[in-house]
């Protein structure tokens, strides 16, 4: 579904930020993408949603990502930003959720009966009408969610969804995402909502992949972990 | 709330006054948007002598007024740094305009008193439509309404974000001026060395998620044009209203209603 190839990048010259990366992601699988404050995990975000580009190829369904195609193969994906405030641009929670149908040109019945199917889903019904600047954090990140759901992307990729959120709403998040069909790519230094989403884990130090392998062993792996300026989940560390 | 807060709260205010309901939020935005144009229209074309013809056009927005339930005080507590710049406009005329036009209790009143008077006023029932015309259409609809007249699809969408666009700099700005007295306690203001860096810090974290903002709509398929709110069909009422209203504003303004009236109690 999604694949890098010799992906190389640097914001200024002669400072690579990634390095030479090359994975895959298959269809439905759902991968966490970890490592230290810096490593490229949000730099690799962008490269797959073609928001910046380097050298080597970036592949979406097979097809390299490049100007022609942006609009299409971005339809296929579905991108839950950091910071939910820079997300939720429109007035009310409900706008914001037919934006993106309404550009990739679904129909208003069917955007209408996607919102309330989503909105149903994840219990936000009552979020539906209220103004994006008078809900909290927590209901904000759910109805950031909310709004790439209501676009029915193939895969979905998050930056940090669990950064900022009380452990109630932090566990909502999770429960969400565990439950999603899709293919799933999330950043996070959270290892244990890594634990608890994914099945699959690469990680990157200094834009390198230093290890990719099942989610069990990796985050088990103590040595692994903090020769990369990394942390046992709490779970697992007892 | 620091002063910064406060400016959020109040832009963010705007948008809770247009999501009211009343007869005349009810409306659709084309026929408000049409009766407050041509309202602006009429009110500027009253010649600059012409005040005491002027004063019955307060009839329109005081009718607004109570029909949309919005409160007279927020208005001019919302257009108080406005309403000023807008009245001292006509301040020099009656250092140009001397002649004498009237007596009122054997007091001359020169030509120019009464044309500063008469921009004044004009200026203040500008501002009064244009604010009624915000507090009772979102700005979405207001743009789709824009639309429609076929304003070019650019300019609406540039009036939309800069109105997205101020709030998040408001923020950007309260967020700083709170870390700023954090760790500047008991300082009025902000101390004239730190503006250049301030600002500058401003610009940098104003543009910086206005970038990220940007891209929020580029990946959820934004190109170009953007689809405005489902506006309400335009009914027939919407159509009487905006009748009623443009027959409203030519009788006032081809009869002179004022001193009708002052000539029913000379008499
Ligand atoms: N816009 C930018 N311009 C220059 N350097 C950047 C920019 N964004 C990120 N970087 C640098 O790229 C590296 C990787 O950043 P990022 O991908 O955001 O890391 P992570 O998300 O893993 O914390 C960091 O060293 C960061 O300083
Ligand atoms: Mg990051």
Known sequence: MIELKNVSFSYEKDRPVIRDLSFRIAEGESVGLIGANGAGKSTVMKLILGLCSGEGQVLIDGEQLSKANLYRLRGKLGFVLQN??????????????????????VTREET?????????????????????????????????????????????????PSSALDPYNRRLVINVIRELPQTRLITSHDLDMILDTCSRVILLDGGRIAADGPAEEILRDRALLEAHRMELPLSLSR | MNKMEKALYELTEMDDLAARSSPIHGLCPMAKLLSTIAYIAVVVSFHKYELSALVPMLLWPVLLFQLSGIPVRTCFYKLRIVLPLVMAVGLFNPFFDRAPMLALGGVAVSGGVVSMLTLMLKGVLCLMASFLLMAT????????????????????????????????????LAVMTEAYHLRAPGQKGIHVSAWGSFLGQLLLRS??????????????????????????????????????CIALFLLLRLVDAASLLGGLFVR
């Open chain 1, 84 to 105: 939910s405030d820079n997300q939720m641009f429109m007035p009310t929670v409900y706008e914001d959720m037919i934006f993106g149908p309404l550009n990739y040109g």
């Open chain 1, 112 to 160: 209408d009966r996607r919102v309330d199917a989503v909105l149903d889903r994840l219990g936000l019904q009552e979020l539906k009408h209220r103004h994006n600047h008078r809900i909290s954090g927590g209901e904000k990140r759910m109805a950031a969610i909310a709004t790439i759901l209501a676009m029915e992307p193939q895969a979905i990729l998050m930056d940090e």
């Open chain 2, 137 to 172: 259409t979102p700005i979405d609809h207001l743009c789709a309404a824009l639309r429609r007249l076929h304003v070019p699809g650019m300019l609406v969408t540039l009036l939309l974000l800069t109105y997205r666009y101020v709030g998040v700099m408001t923020e950007e």
């Open chain 2, 207 to 244: 543009m910086d998620r206005a970038e990220e903002l940007y891209n929020s709509m580029q990946l959820r398929g934004y190109h170009e044009h953007f689809h405005y709110a489902d506006i309400k069909p335009c009914t027939p009422r919407d159509a009487v209203y905006t009748l009623c």
